[in-house]
């Protein structure tokens, strides 16, 4: 079976964000041919990647946008340029050879206005032949070593994100972490205090300390992608099912998905920032919900 195909993407919809960019481009692609146990692209396109052929167009509708998005600079996003994630339904960086990456790189390069933006689990050092000039924000995705095997398999290892900071900054990407999801279990803060501690290290030894900003999102998991995972063995759900201190929550764009809840969130929150803020008070935190 051909896991990718080419199509010709359709819609040319150009969504508000306002977290980790200003805006959401079209895509570029869509699914993912990683199997996270919690990624939300699994529960609408459980294999396979489709990647659009006419990226061309992408771009046009992203150019026309950003001459005349009404967003006021500076913001969280950035300083200057209208910001436009260009993968949020699948991995850029894993998926780039399917793309016509340098071309779209050299679009956002060039644009005055406008600037890229991705989160990965995968460090494509293909990637570092090209100098974006600080056009392309890459968002290396961060969590627990331990939790990334069983939930993130077969995806970089945490190790080696951290070490592609300064590889990324020098090449001439903005680089940014994604702290997302964060996942609540037993003893899980003092999981996520000794990755601060790591990032620290890194850091220093790397020298890239005050030059990265931070984002967090804490867990949203799905009712069937809990029953797809339970019934194809993919491991994680007792880290990611906790009926207990989650509650159902429709997103902004309709769809109804378990969070945790109310009562307990703005604790895990506050506790997840002190902690964060103990170990790496130089980082600043774009978000956190």
């Known amino acids: 079976m051909n896991l990718v195909t080419q199509v010709s993407r ?6 508000p964000s306002g977290r980790s960019t200003d805006y959401i481009s079209p895509s570029f692609g869509h699914g993912c041919l990683y199997n996270c146990s919690y990624c939300y692209m699994k529960r609408n396109k459980p294999t396979g990647l489709s990647i659009a052929k006419n990226h061309g ?9 950003a001459w005349f998005a009404d967003v006021e600079k500076p913001n969280q996003t950035h300083e200057e340029y209208i910001t436009y994630d260009i993968s949020c339904n699948e991995d ?11 071309r779209i790189f050299d679009f956002f390069t060039l644009h005055p206005r406008a600037m890229a933006s991705f989160a990965t689990k995968y460090v494509n050092e293909d990637l570092l032949k090209f100098n974006p000039q600080g056009k392309v924000r890459i968002r ?9 095997k069983i939930l993130e398999p077969n995806t970089s290892s945490i190790h080696d994100r951290l070490s592609a900071v300064r590889k990324f900054q020098d090449a001439g990407y903005d680089v940014h972490l994604n702290f997302s999801p964060v996942v609540v279990f037993s003893g899980w803060l003092e999981y996520y205090r000794m990755l601060f501690v790591e ?3 890194f850091a220093t030894v790397c020298d890239w300390k005050n030059t990265v900003k931070a984002e967090v999102i804490f867990l949203t998991h799905n009712i069937d992608k809990h029953v797809y995972n339970v019934t194809h063995d993919i491991p994680g759900e007792n880290l990611l099912w906790r ?13 109804v998905n378990l969070r945790y809840n109310r009562y307990v969130k703005p604790q895990y929150i506050k506790e997840f920032t002190e902690t964060f803020n103990a170990t790496l008070p130089w980082i600043p935190i774009r978000y956190i919900f």
Do not use: C, N, V
Request: proline letters at 4%.
């Open 92 to 102: 850029f960086a894993l998926h780039a050879k399917y793309h016509q990456w340098e």
């Open 140 to 148: 290396f995705s961060l969590m627990p070593e331990e939790i990334r």
């Open 199 to 201: 990032i620290d290290a």
């Open 57 to 65: 167009d992408i771009l046009t509708a992203i150019s026309d946008h």
């Open 10 to 15: 359709k819609s040319m919809l150009i969504r």
């Open 243 to 255: 009926p207990e201190i989650q509650e159902k929550k429709t997103s902004q764009y309709g769809g």
